[in-house]
Nanobody, 113 residues
Framework: QVQLVESGGGLVQPGESLRLSCQFD??????MGWYRQAPGKQRELVAD???????NYDDSVKGRFTISRDAAKNTITLQMNNLKREDTAVYYC?????????WGQGTQVTVSS
């Protein structure tokens, strides 16, 4: 079972930036993505990246977030710029389609003044 470990969250003010990292313990060919779950809302996929570099972003983060992948290190990152209050959520990484049933603990991102 692949293990997923997210890190890099924190408390920031609107307009600031954060960089999230996800480490997975085995090489995968799957498209990998970042999800988030805000209080009282369903988990949603916000960005994903394929091994060939194909990217997809939800409209809510397009132009502000950048996903990247290092296949050799089994990591993906999410650079989040110009953060907004509505970005507050727990962020998770997982396969973008057919996500693994075992999710990591996630990393909390809180955007507040």
């Amino acid at each position: 079972q692949v293990q997923l470990v997210e890190s890099g969250g924190g408390l920031v003010q609107p307009g600031e930036s954060l960089r999230l990292s996800c480490q997975f313990d085995t090489f995968t060919l799957h498209v990998m993505g970042w999800y988030r779950q805000a209080p009282g809302k369903q988990r949603e996929l916000v960005a994903d990246i394929a091994l060939d570099g194909t990217l997809n972003y939800d409209d809510s983060v397009k132009g502000r977030f950048t996903i990247s992948r290092d296949a050799a290190k089994n990591t993906i990152t999410l650079q989040m710029n110009n953060l907004k209050r509505e970005d507050t959520a727990v962020y998770y990484c997982n396969r973008a389609s057919d996500p693994l049933s075992s999710w990591g603990q996630g990393t909390q991102v809180t955007v507040s003044s």
